[in-house]
Structures are given as C-alpha cells and as structure tokens.
C-alpha cells in the first residue's frame, strides 16, 4: 500500500507538505504546482487515505450516525437516506443506518453502541412531520432532526412547508377557475402512531396543509365552506364520506391530503361521467410515483422533499462538525430548492408538479 513517505520521496517534499495536501489543508500553505503535483502522484500510485489513523490525528471518525424511529419501513425511507448518503459521500463521510422501531429502550441503545463507534455527529429522522422530544443521550454530540421540530427547541431541524402546501395546491385551483374547492383530509383510523402508539387526532401535517387551503380562500375572497372539508381514512366509509361530498356540495376542485386519498376522487368522478381535468381539477400531495403516474389522468401533486431533507440535514450537520459553510455544496438538481444553511430550524418550500388533473387555464 502506497504511503505519504513514498509520494514525498517521489515528489522531492517533505512528508508534512504531503499530509497537507492530501488533508485538504494545503491552501496557503504550499505552493499550487506543489500541491498539484502531490495529488497527481498519489493519485498515479493508488494512494488511499487510512480513515484510523486520519481519526487519530483529528479525533474525528467521518462517521455520522442516522437514527429514525419507522422511517425505514415507510415508502420515502429510501429518498430520505439517499440524500443524506450522497451528501455524506460528497464530504468523505460515511453513514450508519439504525432503525429503532419506535421503542425508546431499543432506541437509547443503539444511540450509545454508535457513540462507542466514535460518531461525529447525529442525523434524527422522523417517520412523519411532528413536533418530537429529542432522546437526551444524544448530548453533547451535534444532532440535525429530519422531518420534524424539536419540542424544546434545542436542535437543529428540517420540515417541509406543511401550510404552504395547501396554500399552493389551493392557489392552483383558483388560478384555472376552480370556485367551489374541497379539502380531503386524513382520518378516520388513519391516525398519527408509533410502535402501534396513536400520538394524535390527526396529523400535524394535515392540520397546516388544511390551514394553507383555507389561508388562500380567505385571500381569493372564497368561503371557506365547513361542508366542503371531510376527513377519511382508506375503507369503505371513506369512499362514502367523498361521495357525499361530491353530492351535497358539488365541488368543482379538490386539494387531497396526500396522492393515495386523489384515488377516491377519481372514483367518484367516473361514476358520474365526470373527467377529471376537464370538468373537475385535483391536486394531491407526495409525488408518489404508483399513484399520481398510475392514475388516469397522472395527477398534479406538491412533491415532498424526502431527498432534499436528507441532503441539507448532512450538510448542516457537517458544518456544524467541521465549524466551517458548505453553501457551495448544495445540489442544483433538486426537485425543491434546499434552504440555506444558516437556518436553525428549516422549512423547506415544496414543488408543485403539474400533471394533467388540473383543468387547463383555456379549458381544455
């Protein structure tokens, strides 16, 4: 294995300049055809950096600990590791992944095996937007929450804009026409749990998504018509709950809590030769690819940012490691732009995706 004595025999410096350039370290320090030079030999020898002894030296280990209560079992885990993964493999540093399932012994335990690992720092992901009471065992080490708040207000946290979500996805509506728009919220059974434990009547989410919906019809001068506003699970009362609604109130817009509960919409509308699109508009909320591609027409919905989270909640978390910005780290690809970095507690404003459920301004 190539070592640092060797790329300073090859180079003609000493091995202090190599581990300066090879640590990053080298601005200011030694000249840039130096360095240059440096890099391309160890690069040509098949260097590799030894993360032990690098940690021996810095007291850092490029290790991050990413703990979630349920997340992993859900459909969006995958976004929201893949962006906290690709921002850590941009930095040189790595991740582990411990899932707790809720149970808050199993959870005190696996936060203490990663500290026995030397992890720098923590990432705290929720498995839905809601305000949590940070384990205390997390102390001293820095700690960025995905998806949630912190109850006492001592971490650094990242959420989507739950209110501006109904506000957009409303605005939407208005903009083509719309004048008669119902919200379809959860509930029902469908109701906010971990480990089997209800936590609420409804979920934090849904309460800000219907705020925005009304937000946005107060602006437009639209009452906001209680007989308009229902709260269902996934059964067959559900269905029944829409199909009232439809009936009593004849809305010719719906903003949908999330993409699966869009599906009700469609349902009805065919079975009273409605085309959704043409004489109804719909807009959900996940970007759920099996539901808002599937459906016919494909769905307009307000995308989460599951990756994006992932991705400003290393950042943040790096920075906040390494006492140095990354602002010229943040992806420009992103489907929602990321907040900046300074920011202690972060909402993120979300996309909205237009499909074709939404009836075109010229009405066809």
């Given at each position: 294995?190539?070592?640092?004595?060797?790329?300073?025999?090859?180079?003609?410096?000493?091995?202090?300049?190599?581990?300066?350039?090879?640590?990053?370290?080298?601005?200011?320090?030694?000249?840039?055809?130096?360095?240059?030079?440096v890099?391309?030999?160890?690069?040509?020898?098949g260097?590799?950096?030894?993360?032990?002894?690098?940690?021996?030296?810095?007291?850092?280990?490029k290790?991050?600990?990413?703990?979630?209560?349920?997340?992993?079992?859900?459909?969006?885990?995958?976004?929201?590791?893949l962006?906290?993964?690709?921002a850590?493999?941009?930095?040189?540093?790595?991740?582990?992944?411990?899932?707790?399932?809720?149970?808050?012994?199993?959870?005190?335990?696996?936060?203490?095996?990663?500290?026995?690992?030397?992890?720098?720092?923590?990432?705290?992901?929720?498995?839905f937007?809601?305000?949590?009471?940070?384990?205390?065992?997390?102390?001293?080490l820095?700690?960025?929450?995905?998806d949630?708040?912190?109850?006492?207000?001592?971490?650094?946290?990242?959420?989507?804009?739950?209110r501006?979500?109904?506000?957009?996805?409303?605005?939407?509506?208005?903009s083509?026409?719309?004048?008669?728009?119902?919200?379809?919220?959860?509930g029902?059974?469908?109701?906010?749990?971990?480990n089997?434990?209800?936590?609420?009547?409804?979920?934090?989410?849904?309460?800000?998504?219907?705020?925005?919906?009304?937000?946005?019809?107060?602006?437009?001068?639209m009452?906001?018509?209680?007989?308009?506003?229902?709260?269902?699970?996934?059964?067959?009362?559900?269905?029944?709950?829409v199909?009232?609604?439809?009936?009593?109130?004849?809305?010719?817009?719906f903003?949908?809590?999330n993409d699966?509960?869009?599906?009700?919409?469609?349902?009805?509308?065919?079975?009273?030769n409605?085309?959704?699109?043409?004489d109804?508009?719909?807009v959900?909320?996940?970007?759920?690819?099996?539901?808002?591609?599937?459906?016919?027409?494909?769905?307009?919905?307000?995308?989460?940012?599951?990756?994006?989270?992932?991705?400003?909640?290393?950042?943040?978390?790096v920075?906040?490691?390494?006492?140095?910005?990354?602002?010229?780290?943040?992806?420009?690809?992103?489907?929602?732009?990321?907040?900046?970095?300074d920011?202690?507690?972060?909402?993120?404003?979300?996309?909205?995706i237009?499909?074709?459920?939404?009836?075109?301004?010229?009405?066809?």
């Amino acid at each position: 294995m190539t070592t640092m004595k060797e790329i300073a025999e090859r180079t003609g410096v000493s091995v202090s300049t190599v581990s300066l350039v090879l640590n990053g370290r080298d601005a200011g320090r030694v000249k840039p055809g130096i360095a240059a030079n440096v890099r391309k030999t160890a690069k040509d020898l098949g260097y590799i950096p030894n993360p032990l002894a690098r940690s021996l030296r810095t007291s850092k280990t490029k290790i991050l600990g990413f703990i979630s209560d349920e997340i992993a079992t859900t459909p969006y885990a995958g976004r929201l590791i893949l962006g906290a993964q690709d921002a850590a493999r941009s930095l040189g540093y790595m991740l582990f992944t411990v899932n707790t399932n809720g149970d808050q012994d199993l959870e005190h335990h696996e936060i203490e095996t990663l500290k026995r690992y030397d992890v720098d720092g923590f990432l705290y992901a929720c498995m839905f937007d809601r305000p949590v009471d940070l384990p205390g065992n997390l102390d001293p080490l820095p700690t960025v929450l995905l998806d949630g708040t912190d109850r006492m207000g001592r971490a650094v946290s990242i959420a989507p804009d739950e209110r501006r979500i109904g506000y957009d996805a409303t605005r939407r509506l208005i903009s083509v026409g719309c004048r008669s728009i119902a919200y379809i919220g959860a509930g029902g059974e469908d109701r906010p749990r971990i480990n089997g434990r209800i936590l609420a009547d409804r979920y934090p989410a849904d309460v800000l998504r219907e705020r925005g919906y009304q937000d946005v019809l107060r602006e437009a001068g639209m009452k906001a018509d209680p007989d308009l506003v229902v709260h269902v699970d996934y059964n067959h009362s559900a269905l029944e709950s829409v199909e009232t609604l439809f009936d009593g109130g004849h809305p010719d817009g719906f903003v949908c809590f999330n993409d699966a509960r869009a599906w009700y919409v469609y349902l009805c509308a065919a079975q009273r030769n409605l085309r959704i699109g043409r004489d109804i508009s719909v807009v959900g909320v996940d970007n759920h690819r099996l539901v808002a591609e599937t459906l016919s027409p494909q769905l307009t919905t307000v995308d989460l940012p599951h990756y994006e989270m992932g991705y400003w909640g290393t950042l943040k978390l790096v920075s906040m490691i390494e006492h140095r910005g990354l602002d010229d780290m943040r992806p420009t690809d992103t489907v929602s732009p990321l907040p900046d970095l300074d920011a202690a507690n972060a909402m993120i404003h979300c996309t909205l995706i237009d499909k074709s459920s939404v009836v075109s301004p010229d009405g066809r």
